[in-house]
């Protein structure tokens, strides 16, 4: 089982401002079968990346993902106040898992 | 527009049975795979079951292996996951959420609102 490490576990950040979050994996992922979600709370997850850096339909610019093998990052370029959240990644190459989640709170 | 709406959540003794439906609408089930996901209170995302559009490929957490099985009825738009032998640990949210494709990996695109499932004597 790929296990997804993420993080901080907690980003104190205020709007306007940059995030950057990580997720690191305990073995390559495949093709870059690697995705991000946010959640609010009493939400569902909602689909943010995919292919490590392809955006989901309606995602706003802001949010942009990269890496490969078994470092990945998720990056809110300027956080806007609906940012404010819990981020998962997900790697879906070998079964699936999840991280543990950052939560981006405001400062 | 595509919905997921999960139901048959409830309290259960530990030891007992539950059986989750998912009722799909808004866009053509029988194409894509479909998974359940759970969260238990206050913690992160656990996948928990991986079917393909034709039930060719069904796939399971370690955590629910000979517990759990998953199906799906295409001719009603409808997902399934029953729960045996269930435990404390069970106890969870429980989505139903889409793959962006029938068959291969996939991210999930489209989830429900979840249906708690709640294990306790």
């Known amino acids: 089982e790929i296990v997804l490490t993420q993080s901080p576990g907690t980003l104190s950040l205020s709007p306007g401002e940059r995030a950057t979050l990580s997720c690191r994996a305990s073995q390559s992922v495949s093709s870059s079968y690697l995705a991000w979600y946010q959640q609010k709370p009493g939400q569902a997850p909602r689909l943010l990346i995919y292919g490590a850096s392809s955006r989901a339909t309606g995602i706003p610019d802001r949010f942009s993902g990269s890496g490969s093998g078994t470092d990945f990052t998720l990056t809110i370029s300027r956080l806007e106040p609906e940012d404010f959240a819990v981020y998962y990644c997900q790697q879906y190459g070998s079964s699936q898992t999840f991280g543990q989640g950052t939560k981006v709170e405001i400062k | ?121």
């Open chain 2, 1 to 121: 527009e595509v919905q997921l709406v999960e139901s048959g959540g409830g309290l259960v003794k530990p030891g007992g049975s539950l059986r989750l439906s998912c009722a799909a609408s808004g866009f053509t089930f029988s194409s894509y795979s479909m998974n359940w996901v759970r969260q238990a209170p206050g913690k992160g995302l656990e996948w928990v079951s991986s079917i393909s559009s034709s039930s060719s490929y069904i796939y399971y957490a370690d955590s629910v292996k000979g517990r759990f099985t998953i199906s799906r009825d295409n001719a009603k738009n409808s997902l399934y996951l029953q729960m045996n032998s269930l435990r404390a640990e069970d106890t969870a949210v429980y989505y139903c959420a889409r793959d962006t494709s029938g068959y291969g990996p996939a991210p999930n695109d489209y989830w429900g609102q979840g249906t708690l499932v709640t294990v306790s004597s």
